[in-house]
């Protein structure tokens, strides 16, 4: 989705860790995968690209999706009410918002 004001692209899914990465149509600039979205507020599948300008914007976009991803192994499963509390959550959230 692209918000008109600000010309910034976003997308309002989770990022799990059974989704795959996979180039878009053989490109070194492009990335597409599949996700629930939000953006109307009812989760619906849909497949989602990025392009990049460059073949190195796309990778480091491909290694912080990874590293989010490796990040959520790390989580135990827990009960959603108990997990929102935990000072492990609260870092989590921390290195998300570095990663911005």
Same mark, same amino acid.
């Given at each position: /989705?692209?918000?008109?004001?600000? !010309? +910034?692209?976003? =997308?309002?899914?989770?990022?799990?860790?059974?989704?795959?990465? +996979?180039? !878009? #149509?053989? #490109?070194? &600039? =492009?990335? /597409?995968? /599949?996700?629930?979205?939000? #953006?109307?507020?009812?989760?619906?599948?849909?497949?989602?690209?990025?392009?990049?300008? =460059?073949? $190195? !914007? =796309? $990778?480091? @976009?491909?290694?912080? @999706? $990874?590293?989010?991803?490796?990040?959520?192994?790390?989580?135990? !499963?827990?009960?959603?009410?108990?997990?929102?509390?935990?000072? &492990?959550?609260?870092?989590?959230?921390?290195?998300?918002?570095? /990663?911005?």
């Amino acid at each position: /989705m692209r918000t008109e004001q600000v !010309l +910034k692209v976003c =997308a309002n899914h989770w990022i799990t860790t059974t989704m795959n990465l +996979k180039p !878009l #149509s053989g #490109s070194d &600039r =492009a990335w /597409m995968w /599949m996700a629930s979205d939000f #953006s109307d507020g009812d989760a619906k599948l849909e497949q989602l690209a990025a392009k990049f300008k =460059a073949p $190195e !914007l =796309a $990778e480091e @976009f491909k290694l912080k @999706f $990874e590293e989010c991803q490796r990040l959520l192994l790390n989580i135990p !499963l827990q009960p959603p009410h108990k997990l929102v509390n935990t000072g &492990r959550t609260a870092q989590l959230i921390q290195k998300a918002e570095e /990663m911005k």
